[in-house]
């Protein structure tokens, strides 16, 4: 123990609030750095595909626009340029753009605004992790719908709701299941929901869907005053690392959000390379054609390895590893000696089940072939 490490048992930390205690704390991807000092491996010998980074990287323009906006770092950050672009990216007013330092801020941000001890939240069985999170860390109550075939259950998520029900998440597609909701099954949803009900649709993969799959939830937003849209620059647009994102919503809910914000949530370097990604619909492209032949390959692989797997709409895919959680935590140990991080479930009490992020070809392969061997060593 360090020198000056206080006692485990701090009164003041056991006189905390109930609800944050009650907290599970996030279990983000293994960091490449963490695995290289746990095996001894060289960083550039370990694969990671655990946390839904684009195996690109940052596109050329992305990067360019944080070199010229370095010389700025000294002023606080100007989100003028970045809001506006956003607002004529969706045909809104800028006041209804909310900034978010990664959209799990943006998440956090509707939690403060909408939820309170006394307050609840709906939320599908198998959704996305932050939810519970941000609806504990604001006080209220997370009530869980159970899932159909691991995807989000509408029915079971209106019936879930309470009169103290203010607010309900809805992941399209859901990480970490990739299951997708049509545009017709979240209307007649919207529709259904009581209009004081918030209703956050989070679309961080919203990219990755094929053209007759896109729909504009943004212009639902004029009949559905209570329907939050959040967006990332985490995911296709590769600037996870930068922590930028963003949601839309009626003016009046993006005013109340803009209020409980952090004035400079959003930092210069993530500003300037969110506006430039929005515009590199090349590297959006190869992002979007890499991620389906990515696809393509590695569901054919399981297909043959004869594993199962979640047909997903998103730039992973979550397959049953073993039989049971332990053969899982078998394979998933075995894939990290070989130098390859995915992503366990057990978090998400699918403790049979791991999820592989989309890589690059290089990648892809290293991932089957280390699979290949830890299922030949079960
Ligand atoms: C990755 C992800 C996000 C985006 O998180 P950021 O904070 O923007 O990096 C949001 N929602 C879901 C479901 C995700 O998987």
């Known amino acids: 123990m360090p020198k000056n490490a206080p006692p ?5 930390a056991r006189a905390a609030l109930p609800h944050v205690h009650a907290i599970a704390a996030y279990q983000p ?11 001894g491996l060289a960083v550039e010998s370990i694969v990671k595909l655990a946390s839904n980074e684009n195996p690109l990287g940052m596109g050329s323009m992305a990067k360019a626009a944080i070199r010229a906006a370095l010389e700025g770092g000294a002023r606080y950050p100007d989100p003028f340029a970045l809001t506006a672009a956003l607002a004529a990216r969706h045909g809104t007013a800028a006041s209804q753009i909310v900034l978010g330092n990664g959209s799990n801020d943006v998440l956090d941000l509707a939690a403060r605004v909408f939820l309170d001890g006394g307050r609840s939240a709906v939320a599908a069985q ?20 159970p899932a159909k075939n691991h995807a989000h259950d509408l029915a079971a998520m209106r019936a879930a709701m309470r009169s103290d029900t203010c607010l309900v998440w809805i992941a399209n597609p859901n990480n970490p299941t990739g299951t997708f909701l049509s ?25 990755y869907l094929d053209a007759e799959e896109q729909y504009d939830a943004v212009r639902w937003i004029a009949e559905f005053p ?11 647009h590769g600037l996870a690392g930068l922590r930028i994102g963003y949601g839309v919503a009626a003016a009046p809910v993006a005013n109340l959000m803009n209020r409980v914000r952090h004035p400079f949530n959003c930092n210069n370097l993530a500003l300037a390379a969110a506006s430039a990604a929005l515009e590199d619909k090349e590297f959006i492209a190869k992002s979007h054609a890499a991620n389906r032949q990515g696809m393509a390959d590695i569901t054919a692989a399981l297909q043959r390895l004869d594993l199962g ?17 332990e053969a899982t935590a078998a394979i998933h140990r075995s894939l990290l000696r070989q130098g390859v991080i995915v992503r366990p479930l057990v978090s998400y009490r699918m403790p049979e089940w791991l999820r ?9 392969a290293r991932f089957l072939e280390a699979l290949e061997t830890a299922l030949k060593e079960a």
């Open 309 to 325: 797997y979640i047909p997903s709409r998103g730039n992973f895919l979550t397959f049953r590893a073993g039989k049971d959680g």
């Open 226 to 236: 209570n329907l939050i849209v959040c967006r990332t620059f985490s995911k296709i």
């Open 8 to 12: 485990d048992d701090a009164a003041s």
């Open 126 to 145: 198998y959704a996305f992790a932050v939810y519970p999170i941000a609806t504990l860390s604001a006080g209220g109550e997370m009530i869980v719908a």
């Open 356 to 364: 592989v992020t989309i890589g690059a070809p290089a990648e892809n």
């Open 183 to 207: 545009a017709a099954e979240l209307r007649a949803f919207l529709a259904d929901v009581p209009a004081r009900v918030a209703v956050v649709l989070d679309e961080a993969y919203n990219d």
């Open 29 to 39: 991807g293994k960091p490449i750095t963490e695995l290289a000092r746990e095996l």
